[in-house]
């Protein structure tokens, strides 16, 4: 029957099926919505389908990702990409085939085993017709990897085929930052060319003008060249250095994992609750040191060594024993601290919820990660790659780092950009342009013309406006 369907032809590939409204679907569904694309869901759980008809303007079908009378009634064959995010492996990766059958281009799946989609796999993308694998654990684990191995806890991330970099700093009291607006900022440290294009204060992330003020305990998105990054983290006060000590909370996937990806080069102690998961650990993880008690507990942290930690990673599997231990964590260890070394103590925390993201981020964490996010920010960068570049999701900010190429007669070639729509002013700024070889930093003059590479940084619900700006 297979054989007969044919697949719709549309301009731009903007018709999305998705497999299951869990924590990644439904995140998915609400951000792919948002910037008009078609979307389409198979749910099984009628709970849940009963939640989504009151808060997603999406095509929802109640019943299972394997009755293929369901993939007839979402007409499969009109869907330019398939993203089947059920909680089952197996489903996924079958369904990923029964895409391919009705003529799905462009097909993701959620695999949590590591035993799929890897080249030392028996089975690869090609064979099981999967275009992008996810591993939600392992992208976390990797993440936080590259966070620790990258800087001091702050974050860093290359942009522009690595020639400018963004930087994600916490000001403090002390800062030579503080209590200064922009504009300030700019007159006094004008010997490299720095701005600053978000803030995030409190459970709120500010695209800033020229007058807004930063303030104490804010975090701050600061771009600049590559070259200049170093006194950009003097100005900032980051050491750029790598972690030699590190504490992990909880053995299970996404903790053992970064304990094996971190104990070749950095010092790695985990502590487990469960005493057989720790005597596991222990035969596995033969260059980290397994310590087995309750994380959560003052003494037991302190009794660990948590004194002599750089940073404190909580990544059990529960968000108030995560964000708890979190702030404990923190208090111990810089409670008895003195100097800037202070400030370079870190800790991460991982949250399965939305909603805790915020709430871990206001209590103290230094950064935080959910998993969900991680993985539906893989599949959208994944999807948005026909129209744009590249776009980065910066922790701790509803903020997105976005690359991409004006369009001839896009609307924002037609003026300066301090001419351009004023409503979007305090939700995009445009960052850096690339012309005659060479990335400048954007100002209000600054003229955008067809073919040039820029960089814009934005609110996550304003990644549609950016989308129509660039593009005709």
Excluded at 123 to 150: C, M, S, V, W, Y
Excluded at 223 to 241: C, F, N, S, V, Y
Excluded at 391 to 410: R, T
Aim: aromatic letters at 4%; a negative charge; proline letters at 2%.
């Amino acid at each position: 029957m297979f054989g007969k369907l044919r697949k719709k032809k549309t301009k731009n590939p903007e018709n999305i099926l998705i497999l299951g409204l869990g924590g990644i679907g439904l995140y998915l569904a609400k951000r792919l919505l948002h910037e008009d694309y078609g979307v389409t869901v198979i749910e099984p759980d009628s709970e849940v389908v009963r939640y989504a008809d009151g808060n997603l303007d999406a095509r929802i079908i109640t019943g299972s990702a394997m009755n293929i009378s369901c993939w007839q009634e979402a007409h499969a064959a009109e869907m330019d990409y398939l993203i089947a995010v059920t909680d089952n492996d197996a489903v996924n990766m079958l369904a990923s085939m029964i895409g391919d059958r009705f003529r799905i281009e462009h097909k993701i799946a959620r695999v949590r085993s590591l035993d799929f989609g890897n080249e030392d796999s028996i089975l690869d993308g090609k064979d099981l017709k999967i275009d992008l694998f996810i591993h939600p654990e392992e992208l976390t684990a990797q993440e936080i990897a590259r966070l620790i191995n990258r800087t001091s806890g702050d974050e860093i991330i290359d942009i522009a085929l690595g020639q400018m970099q963004v930087l994600a700093a916490r000001i403090y009291d002390n800062s030579p930052l503080a209590n200064k607006n922009l504009i300030e900022i700019s007159r006094t440290y004008n010997d490299f060319a720095f701005r600053v294009v978000a803030i995030s204060r409190g459970i709120t992330t500010i695209i800033p003008g020229g007058e807004h003020t930063i303030l104490p305990k804010d975090q701050i998105l600061i771009m600049a060249g590559k070259e200049d990054l170093p006194r950009l983290m003097e100005l900032t006060g980051i050491r750029q250095q790598r972690r030699h000590r590190v504490m992990i909370l909880g053995g299970g996937l996404v903790g053992s994992r970064l304990a094996e990806l971190l104990d070749k080069n950095v010092h790695v102690r985990l502590i487990e609750k469960n005493e057989k998961r720790a005597e596991e650990l222990s035969s596995m993880l033969l260059d980290t040191e397994i310590l087995h008690g309750d994380g959560s507990d003052k003494n037991v942290l302190e009794e660990a060594g948590l004194l002599d930690m750089d940073t404190f990673i909580a990544t059990t599997g529960e968000n108030e024993t995560n964000i708890m231990s979190c702030l404990l964590a923190k208090q111990i260890m810089t409670g008895e601290c003195e100097g800037p070394l202070c400030s370079q103590k870190k800790t991460i925390c991982l949250v399965n919820r939305e909603e805790y993201v915020v709430l871990a981020s206001t209590s103290g964490s230094d950064i935080v990660l959910n998993k969900k996010i991680l993985a539906g920010n893989e599949i959208l960068t994944f999807i948005r790659q026909s129209e744009l570049l590249s776009v980065m999701h910066m922790h701790g900010f509803d903020a997105e780092v976005v690359d991409l190429i004006a369009a001839p007669g896009s609307l924002v070639t037609r003026k300066p950009l301090a001419k351009l729509d004023t409503t979007l002013v305090g939700h995009i700024i445009v960052g850096s342009v690339f012309r005659d070889g060479a990335w400048s930093t954007a100002v209000g003059s600054t003229h955008i013309q067809e073919g040039d590479r820029v960089i814009v940084i934005c609110n996550s619900d304003n990644l549609r406006d950016v989308r129509k700006l660039f593009s005709v």
